[in-house]
């Protein structure tokens, strides 16, 4: 670091501690000003990351809840046609499926049966042994599919970018050097898990979950070629990793809650007319009392 660039930080005494730390980390990547280097395999891990084998999981995050034994069969499903989907192409994201799939085999509370895009190509080999030409033996007869006892939906209710006052902050910091950073702003998103029973189609179980972090924006002055190096993508499109966090806190609070789960129940059964009757109906609730005999 330059003595010019040390005379303005010890001149700011109005800058937090944590502050100026954040701005001498961020000015020593930014003044070293090395090339990018070749990806390193495994690094820059999130929220979900590792594998699922069965029921073994690898590099999962210790903080996802774990579950001693299935809870049943899931299919997921996900609403293309929501605000929330249209949103996720608008900052460069595909379907949130493929991180579902990988969070909850990881969990080992439920097993993952497939009924999106690859059902085509079961129902094709399917088709094809049926059509003579596939080997013997390959055995795609029927029975063999496994129900789906349970579907889970995810939706995302939104997904922000807020703040920006930490361009004053990394300005005074670094005194003449303000261009290096434009700010420091948080990103926030909420999700929500549906879980529904597919033979009655009640919903078994419903969870909310948040996240939050802080992306940093640098640009302007000499080092304006950082923007795209340093920042890159990330910071244009953060949503990414805050709404894996937001989706891994829901499922969370829904597995804490299955673990105590009781079922819903309804004075003469689920489906028959419900306990709210009205005059003239036919359901149990909506027959007058019988009077009481002395």
């Not at 999106?116 to 042994?129: H, S, V």
């Not at 003449?176 to 529904?196: P, V």
């Not at 920042?231 to 299955?258: C, E, H, W």
Request: with cysteine; aromatic share 6%.
């Amino acid at each position: 670091m330059s003595k010019s660039v040390v005379r303005a930080v010890g001149g700011s005494r109005r800058v937090s501690t944590t502050a100026l730390s954040v701005s001498l980390a961020v000015a020593t990547f930014v003044l070293a000003g090395c090339p990018a280097t070749a990806p390193t395999m495994g690094e820059n891990k999130g929220t979900v990351s590792g594998a699922a084998g069965g029921s073994n999981a690898q590099g999962n995050n210790s903080a996802l809840e774990q579950c001693s034994e299935g809870l049943g069969t899931l299919a997921l499903q996900e609403d293309t046609n929501a605000p929330w989907y249209s949103q996720l192409r608008g900052h460069k994201l595909g379907s949130t499926i493929p991180m579902l799939r990988l969070m909850i085999q990881q969990s080992g509370c439920f097993v993952i049966v497939e009924r999106g895009g690859a059902m085509r190509n079961m129902m094709q080999e399917r088709a094809l042994e049926q059509s003579g030409e596939v080997r013997g033996g390959s055995n795609f007869g029927k029975g063999q599919m496994v129900a789906a006892d349970y579907t889970m939906s995810p939706a995302i209710q939104f997904s922000a970018k807020t703040g920006g006052a930490g361009g004053a902050i990394l300005g005074r910091a670094f005194g003449g050097l303000g261009a290096l950073a434009g700010g420091f702003s948080a990103n926030e998103a909420s999700t929500t898990l549906l879980l529904i029973d597919n033979r009655s189609g009640v919903q078994i179980s419903a969870a909310e979950g948040t996240a939050k972090n802080y992306d940093f924006n640098m640009f302007g002055g000499a080092f304006g070629w950082l923007s795209g190096a340093a920042a890159g993508g990330y910071s244009n499109t953060p949503q990414g990793k805050v709404i894996v966090a937001a989706f891994a806190d829901s499922y969370n609070q829904m597995v804490r809650s299955l673990r105590n789960y009781r079922a819903q129940s309804v004075k003469g059964g689920l489906g028959t007319g419900g306990r709210l009757g009205v005059d003239g109906g036919t359901t149990p609730a909506s027959k007058p009392a019988p009077k009481k005999t002395n």
